[in-house]
């Protein structure tokens, strides 16, 4: 299974961003697919995820209402639409997948995951 995350750039506070991550090996109806982020001399941190059986979401409370996640199943694809950004969202953004046999909530703990994309830098500055 590969990842490929897309769509990181720059933009000024208050703008917005739609990140992508396509997953080529094929999903499973009870995976959850997540974004994490880093930023310079932090951890890596849970940002959203989505179940892919019934699209249940999971949000870090810094970023509900501005952040959006979705997913296209046909296209086995997962998208970030990021909102109102503010500086300190400026972070590498990585997608991942938690591969589950059996339904369960969306894992905030990046040790859950198994796969991961490359990365995808956010910058948000004026």
């Known amino acids: 299974v590969q990842l490929q995350a897309s769509g990181g750039g720059l933009v000024q506070p208050g703008g917005s961003l739609r990140l992508s991550c396509a997953v080529f090996?094929?999903?499973?109806?009870?995976?959850?697919m997540s974004w994490f982020r880093q930023a310079p001399g932090q951890e890596r941190e849970f940002v959203t995820g989505?179940?892919?059986?019934?699209?249940?979401?999971d949000y870090v409370d810094s970023v509900k209402g501005r952040f959006r996640i979705s997913r296209d199943a046909a296209k086995d694809t997962v998208y970030l639409d990021m909102n109102s950004l503010k500086p300190e969202d400026t972070a590498v953004y990585y997608c991942a997948v938690a591969r589950r046999i059996r339904p369960a909530p969306i894992p905030r703990s990046s040790d859950e995951y198994n796969y991961w994309g490359q990365g995808t830098l956010v910058t948000v500055s004026s």
């Open positions: 989505i179940r892919w059986r019934d699209a249940k979401t």
């Open positions: 090996g094929g999903t499973f109806s009870n995976d959850a």
